[in-house]
Each structure stands twice: as structure tokens, then as C-alpha cells.
């Protein structure tokens, strides 16, 4: 909005700033930074009053857990608000992007958000069902998908290949709305403790502020082989949102956890970051940046798929983080060391762009 206010008087002494993706990016990240720490006292407070017992824990979980009962959940709402107000601020209204990634992440928080209160209201930990919420994230998705094909075409290009890519024609609308979908829910697998999925979340968006700048560059693409996307540079905004939101959110969600992301926060962030890399034609490079995400995804889909048909477990729990607490490493653990496995593959993610 003050871009295009900037826009209108042609923009004027200071407002000049406002030209540049990497002025609007940085104020993006303090703007959502300062709502969120802003609003999280009050909100948490709220939170905690209106949901009484706080999220379900499951009883058949690592038992360190039965500690957090209480806890409110649903504290994805603090993230969208803050990420939301940050990027319609500084966003520039003419970006399809940029609406696209909006709808996602408010659509999936909607699913996230009626997921969470009917697990609060019901005191159970199952929530929607299964068919209910992948109807509705892929009628999202689908929707968000076919708005960024119409502007930048249904190629899929490859890492390591200079140029190289596949046209998948009507296909890349399935397949477009699968990576939203399937990465949503695997952030959403993730965050099952204190700080977990928050900071592989923004340190893959980190990564996603650096490619979208990149492929929003003509000259830079050609220099590195990678897709040129005009007008992808404009998703820095939402990515340096993120950050700003996430790094709001986990000042409150740090252990001992004030508040839980909940599916609210989880399926939003996720769907978000999964319609980033479809917009800027970096999907399988995001299953290299957010690798943690889609191991803890896999490590569900082994462990249900071995158990059905043999009636044991490949690992004690699933997903695979709750793995290493039945192991004996202590919650802090698993945490910071899965940070820092986000880290590094972030930083292999971003080789890719040079390995052509």
C-alpha cells in the first residue's frame, strides 16, 4: 500500500527508497517483527481464557509432553496477522505473486484455524477429517496455482542443468497444487515441539528471499542459469515477512512454549512457502531447503505404510523427531540439532544455483 501510495507521487525526496525490493524487504521483517511482539502478551492472554485446558496432548506420546497441558494453541493466528499487515504494507498491489502466496496462506490458516478449534472445543487431537482438509488445501492450492501458470507458463525446470526443463502442460497444475499441499502438511508434521518448525521455517524462507530476488532478476538469472520470473523479485516482501512474524512468534514459542503454532500456523506457513517455490520455479530445489520438512513427512508415510502391513514400526514413534526423544535425547536437543540440519541443507539448496 505505501509503495503504490509512493507510486501515485511519483516518488519524492525519501520515498525514493521505496522503489527498491531490498528497502520494502527489510521494513517487511521489522514491520512484522515489531506487530508480532507487539500483539503476542495480549493475544497469548486471550488465547488462554478462551481455550481453558489449551491444545489436547496425546496421551500416547512421549510422556515429557503431559507437562505442556494448558498450553493455548492456535498461535498461527499471531503469524498471519502480523505477516499479513507487514505485506500489504509494503507490498506492491500489482504483484499476481504476491496475491497468490496471500491466498494461500490466509486459505490454509482458515483450514489450520477450524482444525484447531474443533480439536480445543472437542478435547480430542484428531481435528478435521483427513478427506475434508485435502479437498479444501487442494481447491486452495489448485486455485493459487492456475493464477501463477497463466503468468509464467507450466515449464518445471531442473538444478544442476543450465536451461534444462520439462513442459508438464496441464499436468503442472497437479503438480503445482501437490507441492503447496504436500509441503503444508509436512511443516504442519513438524511442529510437534517447542520451536521446531519455527525456525527451519524462516530459515528456509531466508533462503526463498535470496532465489525469488535472484530469478526477479534478468541479468542474475542469465548469469546463473536459473529461470528468469519478472516480477518474482516481489515475493522478498513475503518471505522477509515471514521472518519478521516467525521470529515474533518464537520469542513466545521458545521452551518452555507460551503458546502453540497450531495447524493454524503450520498449514499456513507451510502452503506459503511450498506456493513461493512454485512461483518462482524452484520446486525440487525446495525439497533440498526444506529437506527436514520432507523427511519428517516421509518418516510418516513409512512408519503407517510398514505397520499396515507388517504390524511393526520402522522407527519407536513417528514422526521421526518424536523418534529421538523415545532415544533419550532431550527436547532441547532435537530441536537445535534439527536446526542446524535446516541450516545446512538451506545452504545446499542455494548451491544449486551455482552447480549448472
Not at 121 to 130: F, P, R, V
Not at 263 to 278: K, Y
Not at 298 to 304: K, P
Not at 309 to 331: D, N, S, Y
Request: aromatic share 12%; charged share 10%.
Amino acid at each position: 500500500m505505501l509503495y503504490w501510495l509512493a507510486e501515485q507521487l511519483d516518488f519524492p525526496g525519501i520515498l525514493n527508497l521505496f522503489r527498491y525490493l531490498t528497502f520494502r524487504a527489510g521494513a517487511a521483517i521489522v514491520t512484522a517483527l515489531f506487530i508480532g511482539l507487539l500483539i503476542g502478551p495480549r493475544f497469548i492472554g486471550w488465547l488462554r481464557v478462551r481455550q481453558g485446558k489449551g491444545q489436547p496432548i496425546r496421551t500416547d506420546g512421549p510422556q515429557t509432553h503431559l507437562a505442556k497441558r494448558g498450553t493455548p494453541t492456535m498461535g498461527g493466528l499471531m503469524i498471519i496477522t502480523a505477516l499479513a499487515v507487514a505485506v500489504l504494507l509494503w507490498m506492491n498491489v500489482a504483484s499476481i505473486y504476491l496475491w497468490a502466496c496471500l491466498i494461500v496462506t490466509l486459505g490454509f490458516g482458515a483450514i489450520g484455524f477450524m482444525d484447531d478449534y474443533d480439536k480445543v472445543t472437542k478435547a480430542s487431537h484428531k481435528g478435521l477429517s483427513a478427506r475434508m482438509r485435502l479437498i479444501a488445501e487442494f481447491a486452495i492450492a489448485g486455485f493459487a496455482t492456475w493464477l501463477i501458470v497463466s503468468h509464467n507458463g507450466t515449464l518445471l525446470y531442473l538444478p544442476f542443468w543450465s536451461g534444462g526443463a520439462l513442459d508438464l502442460s496441464y499436468a503442472y497444475y497437479f503438480f503445482g497444487a501437490f507441492v503447496i499441499v504436500a509441503f503444508g502438511n509436512a511443516v504442519n508434521l513438524t511442529d510437534g515441539l517447542d520451536g521446531l518448525a519455527s525456525m527451519p521455517v524462516i530459515i528456509a524462507c531466508m533462503a526463498f528471499m535470496l532465489i525469488a530476488y535472484l530469478v526477479g532478476r534478468a541479468d542474475y538469472a542469465a548469469y546463473l542459469g536459473i529461470p528468469h520470473v519478472p516480477g518474482a523479485g516481489d515475493l522478498v516482501i513475503l518471505c522477509g515477512a515471514i521472518v519478521g512474524a516467525g521470529l515474533a512468534f518464537l520469542w513466545f514459542n521458545a521452551p518452555p512454549a507460551a503458546v502453540f503454532m497450531g495447524d493454524t500456523g503450520s498449514l499456513a506457513l507451510g502452503g506459503t512457502i511450498g506456493v513461493i517455490a512454485v512461483a518462482t520455479h524452484h520446486e525440487i530445489v525446495l525439497a533440498v531447503i526444506g529437506g527436514l520438512f520432507v523427511v519428517e513427512a516421509l518418516s510418516v508415510i513409512i512408519q503407517v505404510f510398514y505397520y499396515k502391513r507388517t504390524g511393526k514400526r520402522v522407527f519407536r514413534m513417528a514422526p521421526i523427531h518424536h523418534h529421538f526423544e523415545q532415544l533419550g535425547w532431550a527436547e532441547s536437543t532435537v530441536v537445535i540439532r534439527f536446526w542446524i540440519v535446516s541450516f545446512v541443507l538451506a545452504l545446499a539448496g542455494l548451491a544449486t544455483l551455482k552447480l549448472r
